[in-house]
């Protein structure tokens, strides 16, 4: 007490420190060095960081994604084979159930009466489809095959020509069917003609054939007498 009177009163104790920021770390109880104080994040940048963040995308590995292509071509390819195989079964079976038939036309035919061919005449309503004119020449009704004698060509009757040409090769025939130009060896040749007992027509039969050469026109089958 004796000091106090003698230095006058003692100064008054410190009040409380006033509160300044301080930049320097603060020290902790242990004395770690503490950690700076951040400021607030914003808004947005908070709601970013609430958000979930996307699902990372599945990338697939090289080798997986080769496999994969090389899996579908090889399907593509397994499914063509299929369909051919499947088609060609299809139509193998089709040619079972529908074989190449040739329908030739049948070579005994009718050609009308003989009256319908008038004399000098050589009709040719027959030639497409049987392959046959009817020839009314010289008193006498007969059937030219018309295939030329050459190489097998089917001929044109020539009205104004009054001939048979051949467009092969140019063989030229009369209206008999002698042949007169061109490389032919031969005349045409006649098919089996005669009057149906029946009904009067003109019946032409190709199954027969008459070579002038062989001397088979004369023969009563290769031609039909006319009065
Ligand atoms: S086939 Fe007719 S002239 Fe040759």
């Not at 509160?19 to 908070?46: D, H, L, N, Y």
């Not at 090389?70 to 079972?96: E, H, L």
């Not at 088979?216 to 039909?224: A, G, K, L, R, V």
Request: net charge neutral; charged share 20%.
């Amino acid at each position: 007490m004796a000091d106090e009177t003698k230095d006058g009163p003692a100064p008054e104790p410190a009040g409380p420190a006033e509160s300044v920021p301080s930049t320097t770390p603060k020290m902790t109880t242990e004395g770690a060095r503490a950690e700076p104080a951040k400021a607030p994040p914003s808004a947005p940048a908070a709601a970013a960081k609430a958000a979930p963040a996307p699902a990372p995308k599945a990338v697939p590995k090289a080798g997986e994604d080769m496999s994969r292509r090389g899996f579908f071509s090889w399907a593509a390819v397994a499914w063509v084979g299929f369909s051919a195989a499947i088609g060609g079964c299809v139509t193998a079976m089709g040619r079972f159930m529908f074989p190449n038939v040739l329908f030739e036309p049948p070579t005994t035919f009718k050609a009308g009466y003989p009256q319908d061919v008038g004399a000098g005449v050589v009709d040719t309503r027959f030639v497409d489809k049987y392959g046959v004119w009817i020839v009314n020449n010289e008193g006498k009704l007969y059937a030219l095959i018309a295939i030329c004698t050459h190489l097998g060509c089917p001929p044109a009757w020539l009205d104004t020509q009054n001939k048979f040409k051949c467009p092969c090769h140019g063989s030229g025939y009369y209206k008999s069917g002698i042949n007169f130009e061109g490389p032919t060896p031969r005349p045409l040749e006649r098919a089996r003609i005669f009057i149906s007992p029946d009904d009067g027509q003109i019946v032409v039969d190709k199954a027969q054939k008459f070579q002038w050469e062989l001397g088979q026109w004369e023969d009563p089958n290769s031609f039909i007498p006319l009065a």
